[in-house]
């Protein structure tokens, strides 16, 4: 479609017997003459009168119109004759012809044959000149293809969300059901459950926090709060001799903001999990810790349990390095031994950051039938909870886990879409 205009039959007759303005001048060419007898001589006279003041031809003074500049020519009656013609016209005289409908808008198809003679270089191939095959006839403006265009920034997911989404979507396609839980966990989720004993240091207020208020929350059925109360103090049926110490109820009903993911874990054994199974989480944990390069007082976990009688550390191993190269292309890894109150063996995962050097994932290991078996299952489970944040910088490529956070608009425009 092209854009032109046409004559209304008001400027038709402009055209033929001239504009109100130029009958006005005319008629004023012989001196002045009083408005009213104007008024009478001229057929639309009060737009003759306003666009002959507006070009500061005419005043009035005393009831008289008088002539004080005769005007070299019309632009508005040329632009119209020019119109007629299919001559070009200036864009600022089509708006006041347009204004005093004058003219009107035509858009018309365009047939090759009627247009072989433009000479014009077209910018912008559009999908009517391809329709009409006007394309073949028109001066196309060269294009070139180097030029760096203007920078648009799409909306896209930030790139940690999006990483965090992507390690969802492979565990639930390696068969994982995911665990949820609250943010706000009772001591006896987060440790009791665990096979963490109350004196234990990382139960101070010095490593975990605490709700002011409320202080406490309610103890699960008893039937599962005996059982790791007798785990506790005396290794129950498992052929452990526990902690050795009186275990308090209400030290394990205090609530605190939950210091790792694994209290997901104890939640997900003690409500009929599937035999075997697989289960996963994402969780959102709090810890008091000094922040740097690599630490957070909030962080995110990665946290895993795999339940099945024919289950061995091995197993375990494989799946940690499956974690490492898979979802955060980690080129170095290694296994440690390692500690914790809640697994037997233990082992921590690192792998090489490029910048950092070596940097702890998380720990891992096999669930002690001390926690197992309070909560009701009595075949291996193997368990991991690793540091996803710092998987998240290995993948991303940042030296600073704080960046995973950001606010700095140049990077996350700039960051590839993973």
């Not at 999908?127 to 196309?140: A, M, S, V």
């Not at 368990?383 to 940042?398: E, Q, T, V």
Request: glycine share 6%.
């Amino acid at each position: 479609m092209i854009l032109m205009y046409r004559l209304t039959q008001e400027a038709e007759k402009y055209l033929e017997q001239g504009t109100p303005e130029r009958k006005l001048i005319e008629l004023l060419n012989n001196g002045s003459i009083p408005i009213n007898e104007a008024k009478n001589k001229i057929d639309n006279f009060s737009i003759a009168l306003g666009w002959a003041k507006r070009n500061g031809w005419v005043i009035i003074k005393n009831g008289l119109l008088k002539l004080v500049k005769k005007p070299e020519s019309f632009e508005q009656e040329n632009a119209l004759r020019d119109i007629k013609n299919n001559k070009k016209v200036d864009e600022r005289l089509i708006k006041i012809l347009l204004g005093r409908k004058l003219i009107e808008e035509v858009k018309e198809t365009v047939v090759v044959k009627a247009r072989k003679q433009i000479k014009k270089k077209i910018t912008k191939l559009t999908p009517e000149l391809i329709k009409t095959g006007l394309w073949r006839e028109i001066d196309l403006k060269p294009y070139n293809v180097e030029v760096v265009g203007k920078k648009i920034h799409i909306g896209k997911r930030q790139p940690y969300n999006q990483f965090l989404s992507s390690v969802r979507q492979k565990l639930v396609e390696l068969g994982f059901k995911e665990m949820t839980g609250p943010l706000i966990e009772t001591e006896f989720w987060n440790f009791d459950a665990l096979y963490q004993p109350q004196n234990h240091s990382a139960r101070d207020w010095t490593d975990t926090y605490q709700l002011k208020y409320p202080k406490r929350g309610s103890l699960p059925r008893k039937k599962i709060v005996e059982r790791v109360k007798a785990a506790h103090e005396n290794g129950w049926t498992t052929g452990s001799s526990g902690w050795g110490y009186k275990w308090d109820p209400d030290k394990a009903a205090k609530l605190m903001p939950r210091a790792h993911g694994t209290c997901l874990s104890a939640r997900c054994l003690a409500h009929n999990v599937e035999i075997p199974g697989k289960y996963f989480s994402i969780a959102r944990c709090f810890r008091p810790d000094i922040i740097d390069a690599t630490h957070l007082l909030e962080f995110n976990q990665v946290e895993g349990i795999v339940i099945d009688p024919d289950l061995t550390f091995r197993d375990l191993l494989g799946i940690l390095k499956m974690f490492a190269i898979e979802f955060a292309d980690a080129e170095k890894i290694k296994f440690y031994g390692d500690y914790y109150p809640f697994t037997e063996p233990s082992v921590q995962l690192s792998a090489k950051h490029p910048k950092l050097g070596w940097i702890e994932f998380g720990g891992a290991g096999i669930f002690r039938e001390e926690l197992t078996k309070p909560l009701g299952v009595d075949v291996p489970v193997i368990a991991w909870g690793l540091g996803i944040d710092r998987l998240a910088m290995f993948k991303l490529g940042i030296k600073d886990i704080r960046y995973l956070f950001a606010q700095n608009l140049k990077w996350l425009r700039e960051k590839e879409v993973i």
